[in-house]
């Protein structure tokens, strides 16, 4: 339903839709200015002592709760109260602050957008403030930030008045409430010079996008933190339980292959009835469903009209990455059964085990969920062929959207190459060899013969099978790394993605192994993964997209680390961090490790102590 809103001529009437088209002629300095005016028009309809000036309909003065009387309770299953705020279904300061996000995400992204209060543009995310900031390419790229229900649920903005808050008096079968509100806590508002220096520093970035992709970032990161400054907090809390639907109403119709029945190309829709047949549906449970995904831009709803002869849907360009076969949509299983699904018994996991980090590799939370804990992720992996190719897929997407090369510096690595060499690189853990390949295409110093891939036997065998010109020469050696060290006297030893999968006293084993195959002391081992802010030293919270991927390992039982968190793993594995190799535009980074000086390759040390 639209939300009504006061025109600036005093009239009623629908939310304005405003397109900002970029004609042939039209320069970037145009396109600026008519996104400085949206700035402007939010900022000048901002906040003030916490509420908000853009043109409402007059609310109460002061909002009321109509308490359902206790004789009407008495009936009531499960005696739950309902409070119903009179002033509901108004647009909040937060439906105002999500449209200014996708105003100006929409700018950002596309030089002919299409800006409109009701109808926000289809990449938009949002998370808040905090959690924005440093954000870098790769993070915002991977869309596991929240922007959905702002602009969809009306929330009651009871934090002026106090939220209310129910209090049960006796026992759980009694249905007295006391009803009333709660201290007001709200945190300071952003000054009005800051939220200016945003809009200044979102119009200086959106006018460096065409030269520069992380501006497109720092513009997005700051409209997140502009937002959210005119969110109050009951809608950001409203917005998680949006949230809940969304990924709910996504999981479904992956499940049901309904991204797959609608036509791919633009233009083209289906109607809910027929979409309703196809996957052997009540047409009502589809409109349901879709509904979710239409008000979160996932889908788009098309109504009856001259060229919808029915209400039917389209895609968007987030729904086409959730058709089956797409690195997105198993990754979005992935992430389900390993973020969602698993969130359900974490309460019980943790009563089991007691309140600490999973050590594993068995017994994590996702061996629990199966119903074989003494299982670890792998082993499940394995089991079921559907699963494992899903993962395969998934890995694929994040191997692209994290660089493989370019990182660390291949100097030495080159030099020792064309010095002859016989054991140059080893990539330990290496799979079907996707990472040696890269690398070789990078460097043709490197030749494939001073290479080596070595993982589980039945992989590298797997592997053989499927070599091709790029990769033949290189060595495939079985190996179990809980168990024994890689192939000894190698200038390099590489782990792209391993050890993040794994507890420290798990990693520090694995480590442990490859410092034993470590006889030449120039020898490094090569740590290729996310490095996370330190916590401890840090002046704010972790970015939110670093903060996520860290809680989903948890349930395999693995982390995301810190340099102070590498230092300490490779001190245990009687190794040290000689040197940190950072991606400018993303989180990723090559940890290099040594041999702790006084330690030789066999895992002793020079006086046989170690």
Sequence with gaps: ?????????????????????????????????????????????????????????????????????????????????EIVREDAGQPSKGVLAGRLVEEIGAVSGQQQVTIKGTEPAANITSQSPQAARNMTTDQ?????????????????????????????NGDSNTNSFDVKPSPPSVPPQPSQERLLKLTSDIAHNISQIATDDSARIKALTDSLELAAALRPPGDTIMGWFANMSVISAVRLFIHWGAFDIIPPSKGESITYSKLA???????????????????????????????????????????????????????????????TAVSTILPSYFDTYGRTEPTGPAHIPTSFLAGQPEQDFFSLLKKDDAALRNFGLAMRMTSKRVPVTGVYDMTGVLRAAEAGRETVWVDVGGGDGHTVRQFLGEYPGLRAEQCVVQDLEEVVEAAREQVDEALRGVRWVGMDFFKEPPVEGALIYYLRHIIRDYSDPVAATILRNIARAMTDPASRVLISEQLNPDVASTDGPLPLYAAFKDFSMLSIGGKERSLKQFEALADAAGLRVSGVYRHAATAHAVVELALKPGVRGNGQSLDGTW
């Design 1 to 81: 339903m639209a939300t009504q809103l006061t025109s600036s001529h005093g009239t009623p009437g629908l939310v304005h839709s405003t397109s900002i088209t970029q004609p042939p002629d039209m320069d970037a300095v145009e396109t600026l200015k008519a996104v400085q005016g949206i700035i402007s028009t939010y900022l000048a309809n901002g906040t003030t002592g916490g509420r908000s000036r853009i043109p409402t309909p007059e609310p109460s003065p002061v909002p009321k709760y109509l308490e359902v009387s206790k004789r009407e309770m008495d009936g009531m299953s499960g005696g739950q109260a």
């Design 140 to 168: 915002l790229d991977r869309g596991v930030l929240n922007h959905v229900a702002a602009d969809t649920l009306d929330a009651d903005n009871t934090e002026s008045q106090g939220p209310a808050t129910r209090k049960l």
């Design 277 to 339: 047949a196809r996957v052997n549906a009540d047409e009502g449970l589809i409109v349901r469903v879709a509904s979710m995904l239409t008000s979160a831009h996932i889908l788009l709803h098309h109504p009856t009209s001259p060229t919808h002869p029915a209400p039917s849907l389209s895609h968007t360009p987030i729904s086409t990455l959730l058709i089956s076969g797409q690195p997105m949509s198993a990754m979005f299983s992935l992430m389900y059964n390993h973020v």
